[in-house]
């Protein structure tokens, strides 16, 4: 069955994977992030490759944008299916860094943006009878390290939010959390602390591709309507 699929962040890494893995199997797919010319190109990959899909800038911090977002799916469509929720940003810092507009940008995009996702399709759900929410959290969500308090603060809420979720809905209503462990991605890029930089790069010597991460939100999706998968922990084999 075809599905309409909504994916945030989806101009690079995780959200372009699954964008792109999605599509190729069938589902129509609905893209936004704020760099519309990624987009485009991701858009224009996915259309060559035969696939179907709608672009749209999108600012999940901006509740307006989110609603305009999922709603103008359901209007175009008649309907929405799957929200991935996998727009985030990672400016690791030790907390005396002080660096309190990046603590302030991770709680706007990973924690509020997820927030007004769920909003925004919750009504189209309980519509239709049926959806599936997918939020990508992180393996921040279930351990602590040196310079990612904040940023795993916000990942553990992202998992809490969802879980709570998932124990609220009606069961027609399926949820899933994903946390990936070190995946090839732009997110390292945000980091502006030196400290933090040099620690990341030696802990990203071991990632795995974003393609990982898009075959187990495809499984999760493309599950019967009777199967729920909860919760997905992907990581890189070395990744201890």
């Not at 994916?7 to 936004?32: D, M, N």
């Not at 103008?72 to 985030?88: T, Y």
């Not at 991605?185 to 400290?195: D, F, H, K, Y």
Request: hydrophobic content about 45%.
């Amino acid at each position: 069955m075809t599905k309409i699929v909504l994916v945030t962040g989806a101009s690079s890494g995780i959200g372009q994977a699954t964008a792109t893995r999605l599509a190729r199997e069938g589902h129509h797919l609905v893209i936004g992030a704020r760099r519309e010319d990624r987009l485009t190109a991701v858009a224009e990959a996915i259309r060559k490759d035969g696939g179907s899909v709608d672009v749209h800038r999108l600012d999940v911090t901006s509740r307006e944008d989110v609603v305009n977002f999922v709603d103008l799916a359901a209007k175009q469509h008649g309907r929405v299916d799957v929200l991935v929720s996998n727009a985030g940003v990672m400016p690791l810092s030790r907390l005396d860094s002080l660096l309190v507009e990046e603590w302030e940008r991770m709680i706007d995009v990973n924690v509020r943006g997820l927030l007004y996702g769920i909003a925004a399709a919750l009504p189209h759900f309980q519509r239709q009878g049926g959806g599936h929410f997918v939020t990508i959290a992180s393996i921040g969500a279930h351990q602590v390290v040196p310079t990612g308090a904040v940023y795993c603060a916000t990942k553990y809420a992202a998992w809490a939010i969802t879980e709570g979720l998932r124990q609220e809905l009606d069961p027609s209503i399926r949820v899933t959390t994903v946390s990936p462990g070190v995946v090839e991605s732009e997110l390292a890029g945000t980091i502006t602390e030196p400290g933090a930089q040099e620690a990341m790069r030696v802990y990203r010597a071991a990632a795995i591709p974003p393609d990982a991460i898009a075959d187990a939100i495809s499984y999760a999706i493309n599950q019967p309507p009777e199967v729920d998968v909860n919760e997905l922990i992907i990581r890189p084999a070395r990744q201890r």
